[in-house]
């Protein structure tokens, strides 16, 4: 399954974005959820990830300013973006982590750009 983000767009440094991954419906809360981004030229990074076990990660660069959540009944990750600075500027994608396995389940990404 692939998984869509959306919520992305053209938006001022300071400003907020709430990006939204749907996820399958049956199996939605037996795996963890994952927000990479990729900017140009550079790799995919783990920006944030929501564990079944209840736990959060937050890379360096975004912590306090990033918060993951879900919404098991509506089968839906969010990532909301707050203080939002030029160098976030990426192509977001969210992926799925089944216990004991790795992150799967990337489709197409939504595109953030923050102007200075």
């Known amino acids: 399954v692939q998984l869509q983000a959306s919520g992305g767009g053209l938006v001022q440094a300071g400003d907020s974005l709430r990006l939204s991954c749907t996820g399958s419906?049956?199996?939605?809360?037996?795996?963890?959820m994952g927000w990479f981004r990729q900017a140009p030229g550079k790799e995919r990074d783990l920006v944030a990830a929501?564990?079944?076990?209840?736990?959060?990660y937050y890379a360096d660069s975004v912590k306090g300013r990033f918060t993951i959540s879900r919404d098991n009944d509506k089968n839906t990750a969010y990532l909301q973006m707050n203080s939002l600075k030029p160098e976030d500027s990426a192509v977001y994608s969210c992926?799925?982590?089944?216990?004991?396995?790795?992150?799967?389940?990337w489709g197409q990404g939504t595109l953030v750009t923050v102007s200075s």
């Open positions: 929501s564990w079944i076990s209840g736990g959060t």
């Open positions: 419906g049956r199996t939605f809360t037996r795996y963890s």
């Open positions: 992926a799925r982590r089944f216990p004991g396995r790795d992150w799967d389940g």
